[in-house]
């Protein structure tokens, strides 16, 4: 079993606490929407890393600071901040999935996703991984990384298709629009949608029913559904990060990126 990297007491951009059988996992970066900086991805394995280990916590919910739930990747810190030097003879490379998303993906515990605001981007990713998902009535969704001239995470490849429909997940995808909480519940994204103000005490209150079942039964249960439903996410996750590593050296991507911070329709020329 993977150790945490980072200890509870050093988490800087992600709130950790359990109580009543349940941890909580809030991401705590309101001021950027709860953007995912390198720093925020490591806590955010990390917490689960944690919550895996914690014998107090049988079942485990993920949140994040209102207003937003998680508007993917903190684009400006990511585009803008150092780099590691590359050695000067470099090994072939071996892609992976994303430690964080296999983090969330192999806790045993059952998970659930308190969508509070704007699940966009890597933000959407995160609350497919999850085994249930609730709404605030201010979510939305969005898998929009097509308008950066990239392809999402394994949750969009493993995940949605089995949620919503392969159909649905192709025009997700394939337009990056972003749908509203009632539209999500609709197509089957999410399980329920709730007025703002009872999104919390009604994920607890599920979470609390699930926390006070066998934790031995629970783990098979979501063993059990994972490989009847969507198998092993590893495959697509590696094949998903080798394709991202070559998108991220395009001009598409570059453009998708300058759009972005120029607030700007993109154009892209397919190179």
């Known amino acids: 079993m ?3 990297a980072i200890a509870r007491e050093d988490f800087q951009c992600v709130l950790f606490r359990t109580a009543e059988g349940v941890a909580t996992i809030t991401l705590n970066r309101p001021e950027r929407r709860n953007a995912l900086n390198r720093r925020a991805y490591d806590e955010l394995e990390a917490a689960f890393r944690h919550a895996t280990l914690d014998a107090d916590a049988r079942c485990v919910v993920v949140t994040g600071a209102d207003p937003a739930f998680c508007s993917g990747e903190d684009v400006k810190e990511m585009m803008t901040g150092e780099k590691p030097a590359a050695p000067a ?12 998303a296999m983090a969330v993906i192999d806790c045993p515990k059952p998970v659930i996703a308190a969508v509070n605001g704007s699940a966009v981007g890597w933000g959407m990713e995160l609350a497919l991984y999850a085994d249930i998902r609730i709404a605030s009535e201010k979510a ?3 898998e929009l990384f097509v308008k950066r001239g990239l392809i999402c995470d394994v949750g969009g ?6 949620l919503v429909g392969s159909a ?15 539209e999500a519940q609709r197509i089957g994204l999410v399980s329920y949608v709730t007025p703002h103000a009872d999104l919390m005490p009604k994920t607890m209150d599920l979470a609390g029913r699930i926390a ?23 495959e697509v996750g590696a094949w998903a990060i080798a394709n991202i590593h070559r998108l991220f050296a395009t001009e598409d991507h570059r453009e998708g990126v300058r759009s972005f911070l ?4 993109p154009v892209f020329h397919g190179r």
Not at 89 to 100: L, Q, W
Not at 157 to 162: C, D, E, R, T, Y
Not at 212 to 234: E, M
């Open 2 to 4: 993977t150790r945490p």
């Open 262 to 265: 120029e607030k700007r329709p």
């Open 140 to 142: 939305v969704f969005a």
């Open 168 to 182: 649905k997940a192709a025009e997700l995808l394939f337009t990056g629009d972003a749908i509203d909480a009632a």
């Open 89 to 100: 003879t470099s090994p072939p490379v071996e892609y992976r999935a994303t430690p964080a």
């Open 157 to 162: 490849f493993w995940k949605l298709p089995g």
């Open 212 to 234: 006070a079942n066998s934790p031995l039964a629970l783990a098979s249960l979501k063993d059990g559904l994972r490989r009847v439903t969507f198998g092993d996410p590893n």
